[in-house]
């Protein structure tokens, strides 16, 4: 992955040009950018999902209004990353705070490099989150011809909680989060913004933090009537406000928060919801890989444990911290984490995340691949990787 800095200030994206840092495509040979299928095409199979591939990364920000399971009309912002070939742009700043030196803005899309359309990730920020986190490891799919989409969960985002992060999450926010990410696929997928269509039948969907809620719901996870009860009673904590309406409890067990269309599943360093029950999350349509730092309560085991009948791959990081696989900086010290490198971190993200979503999506057995998701290739030392078949 290309270096990156990562300032913290008041910094407003301007009109100036960014993305110099990229420089070349990556080295050609085995795996390299250039790798052909043979016949004169291009086939991005035979790419490492260790390097970079031949593009940049551009950048736009739209919006969606869509009306919500409860009848409500909600607004908004999407963030959306798509290969480019350009070598200027905009510069790009995410919530005017996190500029990102590699991102052009306005930048031209390049036609997507399949016949069926650009493969997709759509990504759900934490709570008090930055939708834009998710580019500091996603720009190496980007970089091999990927889109990914990201929406600001409205109500939940860095600047609705700054300055004190502490105001409860209303109980509708739990389900506003699924119908954000259903939603922003929805928009790109249909309006004209590409050079080309989106492979809504090949689409991941990742959540970091309490994204990773948004990511098991949106994956099909069930939710417990009891649990639900519980949690609108206030008697679980699930939902910090310890309410809810009776019409969003029946929300929470209509099944309307899954979305077929994630058929890989990507958890980045968030816990097991007692809101599904003891077996909800084995409701998935999808298979599962969470990346999360060292285990140090036995949850993460705990999960694991209980995943039976899913294909699911856990990856342990000894030393990293909560936004490792991230934003970069901690929200404690507004530093980057002080056991694990930064640059360490979105490189080990991308790399997992990336053999996962092409083994899933894309059927990429390759050895590279599989032996990244098996273990028996080391992407890092600091790493551990166990992984149980449906």
């Known amino acids: 992955m290309s270096a990156r800095i990562l300032w913290v200030g008041l910094l407003v994206a301007g ?7 990229k420089g070349a495509p990556a080295d050609t040979g085995a795996g390299g950018a250039d790798a052909s299928d043979g016949d004169g095409g291009v086939d991005p199979l035979q790419w490492s999902v260790t390097e970079a ?56 899309p390049a036609p997507p490099l399949q016949d069926g359309g650009y493969p997709v990730v759509v990504h759900s920020h934490g709570h008090w989150g930055v939708a834009g986190g998710v580019a500091y490891w996603a720009e190496r799919l980007v970089s091999q011809g990927w889109v990914v989409i990201a929406p600001d969960h409205v109500g939940n985002t860095f600047l609705d909680g700054f300055p004190s992060f502490s105001e409860p999450s209303p109980t509708v926010h739990f389900i506003e989060r699924p119908e954000d990410v259903s939603a922003a696929l929805d928009h790109v997928a249909g309006a004209d913004l590409l050079a080309g269509p989106l492979r809504t039948d090949a689409v991941a969907l990742s959540g970091h933090s309490r994204g990773s809620y948004t990511a098991w719901a949106g994956a099909g996870a069930t939710f417990d009537a009891e649990a639900v009860a519980a949690a609108c009673a206030g008697e679980s904590g699930e939902f910090p406000t310890g309410t809810c309406t009776p019409d969003e409890q029946a929300v929470f067990l209509s099944g309307a928060l899954s979305d077929v269309r994630f058929q890989a599943t990507l958890t980045l360093d968030g816990g097991f919801r007692s809101i599904f029950g003891d077996t909800g999350q084995r409701s998935v349509h999808s298979p599962v890989m969470a990346l999360r730092h060292a285990d140090s309560d036995g949850t993460a085991q705990g999960e694991f444990d209980r995943m039976d009948g899913v294909d699911y791959t856990w990856v342990a990081v000894e030393g990293a911290c909560h936004e490792s696989f991230n934003l970069g900086i901690e929200a404690s010290t507004f530093a980057p984490c002080a056991t694990f490198d930064r640059d360490e971190g979105w490189s080990l993200t991308a790399t997992y995340a990336f053999a996962f979503f092409r083994h899933s999506l894309l059927g990429d057995d390759g050895a590279e691949t599989v032996g990244i998701l098996d273990g028996s290739v080391e992407v890092n030392a600091a790493a551990t990787v166990a992984h149980r078949a449906d």
């Open 15 to 21: 009109a100036g040009c960014s993305g110099g840092e």
């Open 53 to 108: 591939g031949p593009y940049r990364l551009g950048y736009l920000l739209t919006e969606t209004t869509y009306t919500t399971a409860l009848g409500e009309s909600r607004t908004i912002p999407v963030h959306v990353w798509y290969p480019t070939e350009d070598l200027t742009g905009a510069s790009v700043s995410y919530a005017s705070l996190f500029p990102d030196p590699l991102a052009l803005g306005g930048a031209s």
